[in-house]
């Protein structure tokens, strides 16, 4: 059999399979390009490795291959670059059941930015136990640059995920927990979705609480009614003290010690912008206050019933981003950062009357000196320098250079609109940003007088009425289902621990894969358990993959994973029962 069509070959080699050859370049074996696939995946372990990112894809010999040997929950993303290549492979495959598969993801000349979303989204350390990327190198041969920028992009992906879970499985149970106790504030009150677009060309201050403030802040009294002041709420204390009141404090933290930055600090006046996952107390700290949400899955399954509060993107990962971006979504132009110093700069990473440096000054004598403090600061959180708004060079760890980059790739998103100046007297660079001194910045775009608490008090007054009656019948509704999902899991635990007495009885796989698809249709309410199993789970899963025995490894890691998943059941329930609507 040989089929051309073009610079296409379809060929028929000494073992009967199909081999392919595309300008010039064979594809496949010219002999027997099934056992060459076979010889490409051979050291697998299937028990530890359940997601397969195919970068080419060809005729597909190490895809069928794959799809034979991976578990109920894997996942296979196959990627193939060149459209002719999968056109003439359609033709082969006509009855191929991997086309049909719902284990199987194909991308065909795809954007790199779309696929690394599509893996983002389907890849998760809990429910997986391992990714494995797959280079089929004659695909690739023919793409290079094309598979070397998808493969660097899904590493940073993974790297993404490694930290976004080290992140859940700190707070996931304390996001849960807060959202749990704030429903009645979120249903109570204004979102922030009634701000948006109401300032279209109204300068924004984004106040942050960077040690320049101390420098400058003064100056924000010069600006009332003539711009929004939108405050971090670590920077309140700083304005507070020069009786300065900001039009909108923004606060996100889950942690009680973000409490203690407004505790006592008189907020009855002050227009709150806190989170759905806000440290509970928080919200009550003032009768003025706007929502937003974070797309937690828990308010994504009241949704229908609460309705959009709005949401602010909390990817940057630091107060003072939520910020800016709820400055772009209000229609701001231009938006202002001050006290953004995103750096050390005098040893210190805070302004002088926010907590973090109150603490460290109260602790000072004669044998303790501030420069000793401010020593020990560089030489313990600096770990690298870089570029200065005033300076050659500024010291600044990791986390704040995140900040930096995120606010970076932000302004290249807004293509020169918004306009952003960073009126930051000191501190890092920020690409993109135009550097003034907030005197030049006043001066320039705050000779107008503005109703600007006019239009944030309307706003506060738009309150959805909710049906709480129904808003019961949902929680009760994810009660149910949390019980019906705590009973599977303890049905698959049992049958994981007779399984492991006589492993020789091939019938438990069909009976675990029986229950494992009724547990899964759970979609929804896995996605809500999935920051509280985060929390209970993931270094106990990390733990489990050292265990180098294939039988230890699978019967442990199956274990843990459903006994947690009912732990988080439990949790869950127990949290739900601080819900006040």
């Given amino acids: 059999m040989n089929k051309n069509h073009e610079d296409i070959d379809i060929i028929a080699t000494s073992s009967g399979k199909l081999t392919l050859k595309y300008k010039d370049t064979w594809i496949h074996s010219k002999y027997d390009p099934e056992k060459e696939a076979k010889r490409l995946i051979e050291d697998i372990?299937?028990?530890?490795?359940?997601?397969?990112?195919?970068?080419?894809?060809?005729?597909?010999?190490?895809?069928?291959?794959?799809?034979?040997?991976?578990?109920?929950?894997?996942?296979?993303?196959?990627?193939e670059k060149e459209k002719r290549i999968h056109e003439a492979a359609l033709n082969v495959w006509k009855e191929k059941n991997f086309l049909s598969s719902p284990q199987v993801i194909f991308f065909v000349d795809q954007d790199v930015s779309l696929i690394t979303k599509i893996i983002f989204e389907k890849f998760s350390f809990i429910k997986h136990k391992g990714l494995r990327v797959i280079e089929f190198r004659p695909c690739i041969s023919l793409n290079l640059e094309y598979y070397q920028t998808l493969k660097k992009k899904i590493g940073e992906v993974v790297d993404y995920k490694i930290t976004q879970n080290l992140t859940l499985s700190s707070f996931g149970c304390l996001w849960q927990e807060n959202v749990c106790r704030n429903l009645k504030e979120i249903i109570e009150n204004s979102g922030v979705v009634n701000l948006f677009q109401k300032f279209k060309n109204i300068p924004a201050f984004i106040i942050a609480a960077g040690p320049s403030l101390d420098k400058n802040a003064y100056q924000l009294k010069n600006i009332k009614n003539k711009g929004v002041v939108i405050c971090v709420d670590t920077a309140l204390k700083?304005?507070?003290?020069?009786?300065?009141?900001?039009?909108?404090?923004?606060?996100?933290?889950?942690?009680?010690?973000?409490?203690?930055?407004?505790?006592?600090?008189?907020?009855?006046?002050?227009?709150?912008?806190?989170?759905?996952?806000?440290?509970?107390?928080?919200?009550?700290?003032?009768?003025?206050?706007?929502?937003?949400?974070?797309?937690?899955?828990?308010?994504?399954?009241?949704?229908?019933?609460?309705?959009?509060?709005?949401?602010?993107?909390?990817?940057?990962?630091?107060v003072a981003t939520v910020?800016?971006?709820?400055?772009?979504?209000?229609?701001?132009?231009?938006?202002?950062?001050?006290?953004?110093?995103?750096?050390?700069?005098?040893?210190?990473?805070?302004?002088?009357?926010?907590?973090?440096?109150?603490?460290?000054?109260?602790?000072?004598?004669?044998?303790?000196?501030?420069?000793?403090?401010?020593?020990?600061?560089?030489?313990?959180?600096?770990?690298?320098?870089?570029?200065?708004?005033?300076?050659?060079?500024?010291?600044?760890?990791?986390l704040m250079d995140g900040y930096r980059k995120w606010i970076e790739n932000e302004i290249n998103r807004y293509k020169g609109y918004p306009e952003v100046i960073n009126a930051t007297e000191g501190g890092a660079y920020i690409e993109g940003t135009k550097v003034c001194t907030l005197q030049e910045v006043i001066k320039k775009y705050c000779q107008k007088e503005l109703l600007v608490r006019e239009i944030i008090e309307k706003g506060n007054r738009k309150i959805e009425k909710i049906n709480r009656?129904?808003?019961?019948?949902?929680?009760?509704?994810?009660?149910?289902?949390?019980?019906?999902?705590?009973?599977?899991?303890?049905?698959?635990?049992?049958?994981?621990?007779?399984?492991?007495?006589?492993?020789?009885?091939?019938?438990?796989?069909?009976?675990?894969?029986?229950?494992?698809?009724?547990?899964?249709?759970?979609?929804?309410?896995?996605?809500?358990?999935?920051?509280?199993?985060?929390?209970?789970?993931?270094?106990?899963?990390?733990?489990?993959?050292?265990?180098?025995?294939?039988?230890?490894?699978?019967?442990?890691?199956?274990?843990?994973?459903?006994?947690?998943?009912?732990?988080?059941?439990?949790?869950?329930?127990?949290?739900?029962?601080?819900?006040?609507?």
């Avoid at 060809?58 to 990627?79: C, D, R």
């Avoid at 407004?262 to 806000?278: K, P, Q, R, S, Y």
């Fill in 45 to 79: 372990n299937y028990k530890k490795i359940d997601v397969f990112i195919l970068l080419g894809v060809g005729l597909g010999y190490h895809l069928e291959e794959l799809l034979k040997n991976i578990s109920s929950s894997g996942l296979i993303i196959a990627i």
């Fill in 238 to 318: 700083v304005l507070k003290n020069l009786n300065i009141l900001p039009d909108l404090v923004v606060s996100v933290d889950p942690q009680e010690k973000n409490y203690k930055k407004l505790e006592g600090l008189n907020c009855h006046d002050t227009f709150l912008v806190v989170a759905d996952i806000t440290y509970w107390k928080i919200p009550l700290i003032s009768l003025k206050k706007f929502i937003y949400t974070t797309n937690h899955p828990f308010y994504l399954y009241l949704l229908d019933v609460i309705g959009q509060k709005g949401v602010l993107s909390s990817a940057g990962g630091s």
């Fill in 323 to 398: 910020s800016m971006d709820l400055a772009n979504k209000m229609g701001c132009n231009p938006i202002i950062l001050v006290g953004q110093d995103l750096s050390f700069s005098d040893g210190f990473s805070h302004a002088k009357e926010t907590y973090q440096v109150k603490e460290q000054i109260e602790n000072l004598s004669k044998f303790y000196t501030l420069e000793m403090v401010q020593r020990e600061i560089l030489i313990n959180k600096a770990s690298l320098t870089v570029k200065g708004n005033y300076q050659e060079k500024v010291a600044t760890n990791k």
């Fill in 469 to 581: 009656r129904k808003l019961k019948e949902r929680i009760d509704d994810l009660q149910i289902q949390l019980d019906d999902l705590e009973l599977l899991c303890k049905e698959m635990l049992n049958l994981y621990q007779d399984f492991r007495k006589n492993t020789q009885e091939k019938s438990y796989f069909h009976r675990i894969a029986k229950i494992e698809k009724k547990i899964f249709e759970k979609q929804s309410i896995l996605s809500i358990l999935e920051i509280i199993f985060y929390n209970h789970a993931f270094h106990k899963l990390q733990k489990v993959k050292k265990i180098e025995e294939e039988e230890d490894f699978y019967f442990n890691w199956h274990f843990i994973w459903y006994q947690e998943l009912i732990n988080s059941c439990i949790t869950l329930k127990n949290m739900l029962n601080l819900c006040l609507y």
